[in-house]
Antibody, heavy 117, light 107 residues
Framework: EVQLVESGGGLVQPGGSLRLSCAAS????????FSWVRQAPGKGLEWLSHIKYCGSDIYYADSVKGRFTISRDNARNSVYLQMSSLRAEDSAIYYC??????????WGRGTLVTVSS | EIVLTQSPATLSLSPGERATLSCRASQSVSIYLAWYQQKPGQAPRLLIS???NRATGIPARFSGGGSGTDFTLTISSLEPEDFAVYHC?????????FGGGTVVDIK
């Protein structure tokens, strides 16, 4: 069974940092690309970042460029999102989603990030 | 950045009725548009990829069409479990973008 499980969310102060993880299982991890997508309370989906198979190609939304870093570890079947200089507007549920040169066919359940003092 | 505009924002219908949702792109995305369904407290679920390809396990009452800048998701006869939020997403050009969503609720 395909599973994506996000972790690492929580309460952090403005200006702080957090590292999200997405643990994958049930499929050949190295054959897939991954994105992080977030959803603020009551709002729509916002694509944040994408990493290709070997991690050589990476893309970011302007809203997080320079503050967030995506990475992957094919040996650990995991994708990460290092977030720094966090702001109140970064508060959201963060989803990990997989794709194979198509749409996102599987999503994790998400991890909640709250940025507040 | 390619902006996706979904309409209407809310669609109030009864079970058994036909639902037609629209997604318009600010520039051509060819056929590289997907549709997702999201229910409260759940992650999005893929319905349609590349404009018209139904994802695995998605009922035939869901269909997608369009190309270029204008796309449609049609639910031929609404079932109770279809009342949800629907999102469109383009993968034609970076940054990838989502539309604002359409809520399909019970009339």
């Amino acid at each position: 069974e395909v599973q994506l499980v996000e972790s690492g969310g929580g309460l952090v102060q403005p200006g702080g940092s957090l590292r999200l993880s997405c643990a994958a299982s049930g499929f050949t991890f190295s054959l897939y690309e991954f994105s992080w997508v977030r959803q603020a309370p009551g709002k729509g989906l916002e694509w944040l970042s994408h990493i290709k198979y070997c991690g050589s190609d990476i893309y970011y939304a302007d809203s997080v460029k320079g503050r967030f870093t995506i990475s992957r570890d094919n040996a650990r079947n995991s994708v990460y999102l290092q977030m720094s200089s966090l702001r109140a507007e970064d508060s959201a549920i963060y989803y990990c989603a997989r794709t194979q040169d198509s749409a996102y066919d599987y999503w994790g359940r998400g991890t909640l990030v709250t940025v507040s003092s | 950045e390619i902006v996706l505009t979904q309409s209407p924002a809310t669609l109030s219908l009864s079970p058994g009725e036909r639902a037609t949702l629209s997604c318009r792109a600010s520039q051509s995305v060819s056929i590289y548009l997907a549709w997702y369904q999201q229910k409260p407290g759940q992650a999005p679920r893929l319905l349609i990829s590349d404009a018209s390809n139904r994802a695995t396990g998605i009922p035939a009452r869901f269909s997608g069409g369009g190309s270029g800048t204008d796309f449609t998701l049609t639910i031929s006869s609404l079932e109770p479990e279809d009342f949800a939020v629907y999102h469109c997403q383009q993968r034609y050009r970076w940054p990838l973008t989502f539309g604002g969503g359409t809520v399909v609720d019970i009339k």
